[in-house]
C-alpha cells in the first residue's frame, strides 16, 4: 500500500516539473518573440567604409534589393530581429521608403 502512494505521489510530482518547465518555455519564447519584433523608432543614419550601402527587402542575403543609398543617409530604425547570428533592423529612409539593413551598417553618429 505504500509503494502505490509512493507512485503515486512521484506520479503527480513528475507531471507538476513537466507543467512548470512548458509553462517557462512558453513564456521564454513569447518574451523572445517580443524584443525581436518590437519596435525602436530611432534616428540612425547608414554608415560604411564604402560610399554605398544596399537595402534589401527582406532580411536576408538572398533577398531582392529595395534601393541603394550613399553613406550618411538619414534612417529611422523601425523593427530589429536577430537571425542566423546576424542583427537585421527594418528602417525608413527617403520618409517614405522601408528596407532592411544589417546592424553593422548603421550608426547613431553622422559619419
Known amino acids: ?30 518574451a523572445n ?15 560604411s567604409e564604402r560610399p554605398l550601402i544596399i537595402i534589401l527587402a527582406e532580411p536576408e542575403y538572398r533577398s531582392l534589393v529595395a534601393s541603394v ?4 543617409t538619414p534612417i529611422v530604425i523601425s523593427e530589429y530581429l536577430r537571425r542566423s547570428g546576424e542583427d537585421w533592423y527594418q528602417i525608413t529612409f527617403n520618409e517614405v521608403e522601408i528596407g532592411w539593413v544589417q546592424g553593422k551598417y548603421i550608426s547613431v553618429e553622422k559619419p
Open 33 to 47: 518573440a517580443q524584443s525581436e519584433g518590437s519596435a525602436q523608432y530611432l534616428n540612425a543614419y547608414l554608415n
Open 1 to 30: 500500500m505504500q509503494k502505490r502512494h509512493l507512485q503515486i505521489l512521484w506520479s503527480f510530482t513528475a507531471i507538476f516539473i513537466f507543467l512548470l518547465i512548458g509553462f517557462t518555455v512558453n513564456l521564454s519564447l513569447k
Open 69 to 72: 543609398q550613399e553613406r550618411g
